[in-house]
């Protein structure tokens, strides 16, 4: 997880041309980000600027028209979403982000795949080294547990968590993937704030750790309090990007939020 | 070349029936999303009101014909009313299991009042061959193609232009949206489940005379049904229509010319193919992504 | 974990000593014909219930089993054009039982190559449709499979026995004690299997499948593993088919017998280890309750009902029903207080 000081790139994410045309509509038009290793970034932009496209695009779900996405240096541009796991980048999911009939601590487990080795002969003689794999797996699994602060659900089946627990519950199973960047996708949509709030502190922790976190979100307030920098979309085009003092100033990007928040009053 | 002909035209009035059947199971498993594996097994269902009405009951042919459509109508109605609308919004995989146990009640219920033994249907038509140019026509099965292209093309201009099939289209394609504008979609379900299956019925009741009637005939059809579903592309009418067609042509063809003995075996060879190459189905357009 | 394993071995030992207690010939060879049904189940609900994915083609496997196995012990010799004929000399009955486990385990890999680039309707269709060609190739290669005609004398298997030499396993105990072997290894296989690191990726797929690929669970390579596994216990279901009963015909490629096995899986419950020997001991056992009682057609129509029955009031199925019930007694008693405790039993 650690990448050494001398071997550690200065761009951990790069998008170049970015665009995405489905049935005549043109969806991201040219986009270009860098993220850079151990900050907070976020993607902002009013409904349907294709923040979410950028994110399936970047893991794997989707393919671009034109482009394309590199990792660590590597081109992922059209690998699989498993292949992109593997080398470290990981997304959590607005909505379908869990197991929802397995147990909390089921969920966990199962999100540590990459940690194990183990193959099918392994687990079906019960092989010593499985077992010793079993047994860190699950000490592992409890100490995610401890650290999402849900060791008192371990037990629940995860359909049946609140609101707020099964979005902690999402972001847990996508850190135990071990990612060196981690897809956050808008995870304090529906809270409330003192539960934002208290993922705002999560987030951080989570970054103080090391992980490089890119950020979907349209809470405002923590964006501008987490964020190292900020790109925000407009229909598909890129209109600004820069630290969060800028963004705020940046007068394309009040006419941006205005413009929609006009339509919606109006709507 | 008569051979090869002669080929052709079997496999045409094959085909028309062959593309009821596809055309009621698109209805069904296209549009409703149900995997209806009773489906082959409302065909056999028509077939033997054509066997207790015209062989038993000495009835008239065509009346049974009409009678055979209205029951199959009634059934699939009840089925869908009793068995899926509790289960509608369920997992695919347990409407698909329901479907199978009705599958196995009907072709037992089948076997218990009819026995294994296959049935004779009397065909209301000449014995004797027409023939033109070196091809023997039987009456019977211009008869049949006939009265599959007349319920084609009927069937056709009640899904694209009727009221009904506006209602339809509406249901399968936003549901709530259409119960906004006043569609009574728990109705529409039930007709069109009902109508699918009458569909099924007629068809078998339309081929009895051609064929024999037996209580495992609706396994072959409800496989080969779905074949043609597939070859057509899912919920595509025309497509449905022109698989039932190619199917056909393509068993005729391939038992004259391969093997009889693998004749049926062709269409699971041909869907097996289709999945690898095309799944969208071979006439339906490429489909949109997103 | 503890409790659990004992209540296991009790079972898998009472089971065991009912050719002692209960020497009724008759009853030896109707539970030895449903475990063999079982063991078929279980290896369904290895796919059906662990990966979620609906194969109605799962009686091929058992077929493909049963008749190589019942091949490779025959020896043939079969024309295969080009007049280069393939002639195999009758093999050992154990090296023809694991020759139908592979061949059976390829098959598996083919169908998953193929049918799991679709999913739903589509997969289902595809694994009918592949059961369907390999029912006619067995009717209708006739130099090989006899067709319609069965493969006949197919020998029984053996084993060495200290003191008594090799012994021809034929009479209804030792047919029983083979059978049960077997599904107990089945069984055990699987319940291995689906706790560990690749059973938990299929149940993830199953629950999830776009989640499961954002941590990094190659979905594919993940259902292709388990079709092949089930496949090969569905193969060694079938030979062990193929050396009691000692008669195949292409009938063991009937759809009735994939919708027997769906039905026991779901019956029992599928996902759940106990669902398919539950659900199999009922089915397997009820159409000898049913036979003096009333005509074959209406035992299948029983059976219709039954399962049409049970997914509409029961979805879940037996297992989990009874599970609910007794959790529910547990959870009354005494809380469990510890949350890794509870995880890991």
Known sequence: MTVSAAGQPDTLLSLSGISLRIAGLQILSDVDLRVEPGRIVSLIGPNGAGKTTAFNIISGYMRPSAGSVHFLGQDITGKQPHEIAELGLVRSFQRTNIFGNCTVFENLLTAFHMQGRSGLLGAIFRLPAFQREEQALKARTREMLGFLELEHRADDLAANLSYGEQRLLGVGIALAAQPKLLLLDEPAAGLNPSETEDFKQMVRRVADSGITILLVEHDMHMVMSISDYIMVLNQGHRIADGGPADIQSDPEVIRAYLGSGLQRAKA | MDQFLQHLVNGTVLGATYALLGIGLTLIFGIMKVVNFAHGELYAFGAYVAYALVSLLQMDYFVALVLAAGLGLLLGAAIEFLLLRRCRLENIDEVMLIMIGVMIIMQNAELLAWGGVAKVVPTPFPQESIIVGGIYLSPTRLFVLGAAIVLLLAFYLVIERSRLGLAMRATFQDEDAARIVGVNVSRIYTLTFGLGSSLAAITGALLAPVFVVTPTMGDLASLKAFAIVILGGLGNIRGAALGGFALALIEEFGAAYISTAYRDAIGFLVILVVMIARPQGLFAAKERVG | ?345
């Open chain 3, 1 to 345: 974990m503890i409790m659990r394993r004992a209540s296991f071995l009790i079972i898998v030992v009472a089971l065991a000593l009912l050719p002692v207690l209960w020497p009724d010939p008759y009853l030896l060879s109707v539970v030895a014909a449903a475990g063999i049904m079982i063991i078929a189940a279980i290896s369904l609900n290895l796919l059906l219930g662990f990966t979620g994915q609906l194969s109605l083609g799962h009686a091929a496997f058992f077929g493909i089993g049963a008749y190589t196995s019942a091949l490779l012990s025959l020896g043939f010799d079969v024309d295969l054009g080009f007049s280069s004929p393939l002639v195999v000399e009758p093999k050992p009955v154990w090296v023809a039982f694991a020759g139908g486990i592979v061949m059976a385990s390829l098959f598996g890999w083919l169908l998953g190559k193929v049918a799991f680039r679709v999913r739903g309707a589509y997969f289902v269709i595809v694994t009918i449709s592949f059961a369907q060609v390999m029912r006619m190739v067995a009717l209708n290669w006739v130099d090989l499979t006899e067709g319609p005609m069965a493969l006949v004398s197919i020998p029984p298997l053996s084993l060495w026995v200290p003191g008594d030499g090799v012994v021809r396993l034929v009479s209804k105990a030792a047919t029983y004690w083979l059978v049960l072997a077997a599904g107990v290894l089945a069984y055990v296989i699987v319940a291995n299997l689906v706790r560990s690191r690749i059973g938990r990726a299929a149940i993830a797929l199953r629950e999830n499948e776009v989640l499961a690929k954002s941590i990094g669970i190659p979905v594919t390579r993940c259902l292709i593993v388990f079709s092949v596994l089930s496949a090969g216990i569905a193969g060694a279901a079938g030979g062990l088919y193929a050396h009691t009963v000692r008669i195949i015909d292409p009938d063991v490629f009937l759809f009735i017998y994939t919708i027997t096995m769906v039905i026991m899986v779901v019956a029992g419950g599928k996902g759940t280890l106990a669902g398919p020997v539950v659900g199999g001991l009922i089915f397997g056992l009820l159409p000898e309750v049913l036979r003096g009682m009333v005509a074959p057609e209406v035992q299948w129509m029983i059976y219709g009902a039954l399962m049409i029955l049970i997914l509409l009031f029961m979805p879940k199925g037996i297992v989990p029903a009874f599970g609910r019930v007794l959790k529910r007694r547990k959870i009354s008693v005494r809380r469990r207080p510890s949350a890794s405790q509870g995880a890991s039993s």
